[in-house]
């Protein structure tokens, strides 16, 4: 099953460490985003992206970075700064214009250790 | 605020049955609302979108601006229905989407 690759399923980090989260997509999209989902609190949008070299922060920013150098990829990095980030992370990504169903992939879950 | 409640955080009910899944919206645009759902062990999908005005496996939701709410509907329940329903509201610019917290459907015979 192709479309969008999410790398990898599961994933630990040690307190202080950065670590990154993969996101590929294989559908020709031009955005594409990165949210993170807790329990009973939904997805919440962390960053997007409309285009190379270019995004966005989304509702909770902080403690994260992203990149934007390729149209496929869209990795996601953990910073030490974000100070809860265990979680589960899901990216997506969909076609340019308002209300383009977006494609999400299988997620990581990310613990610290 | 942008805000997307749903009140329920499990639901569930008999096959046959109907289904409704609540979903009200707090936003001071014009809103364009969504119903994603995930399946056990699939992705995140999108099941219905107002604007589109269709039925998706049965389901319908109707966006009631008066009482800012988009509640997903089916006349009778089957078990594949069993899954995690989000409804979704487009937010600015960007696509964005401010998501609910999820209702999860359980479908029993």
């Known amino acids: 099953d192709g479309g969008i690759t999410q790398s990898p399923k599961y994933l630990f980090r040690k307190e202080g460490q950065n670590v990154t989260l993969s996101c590929e997509q294989n559908?020709?999209?031009?955005?594409m985003y990165w949210y993170r989902q807790d329990p009973g609190q939904g997805l919440r949008l962390i960053y997007y992206?409309?285009?190379?070299?270019?995004?966005q922060k989304g509702d909770i920013a902080e403690g994260y970075s992203v990149s934007r150098e390729k149209k496929e990829s869209f990795p996601l990095t953990v910073t030490s700064a974000q100070k809860n980030p265990t979680a589960f992370y899901l990216c997506?990504?969909?076609?340019?214009?308002?209300?383009?169903?977006?494609?999400f992939g299988d997620g990581t879950r990310l613990s610290i250790l | 605020a942008q805000r997307v409640t749903q009140p329920e955080k499990l639901l569930s009910v008999f096959k046959g049955a109907p289904v409704e899944l609540k979903c009200n919206y707090s936003?001071?645009?014009?809103?364009?609302l969504f119903w994603y759902v995930q399946y056990s062990r699939q992705r995140l999908q999108l099941l219905l979108r107002?604007?589109s005005r269709e039925s998706i496996k049965g389901f319908t939701a109707d966006l009631n601006k008066g009482e800012t709410s988009f509640h997903l509907k089916k006349p009778f329940a089957q078990e594949e229905d069993s899954a995690m329903y989000y409804c979704?509201?487009?937010?600015?610019?960007?696509?964005?989407?401010?998501f609910g917290t999820g209702t999860q459907l359980k479908v029993e015979l």
């Open positions: 997506a990504s969909s076609i340019l214009g308002q209300g383009s169903p977006q494609h």
């Open positions: 559908l020709n999209h031009d955005a």
């Open positions: 992206s409309q285009i190379v070299n270019d995004f």
């Open positions: 936003y001071s645009g014009s809103p364009e």
């Open positions: 107002h604007i």
């Open positions: 979704a509201l487009l937010t600015g610019g960007g696509n964005k989407l401010t």
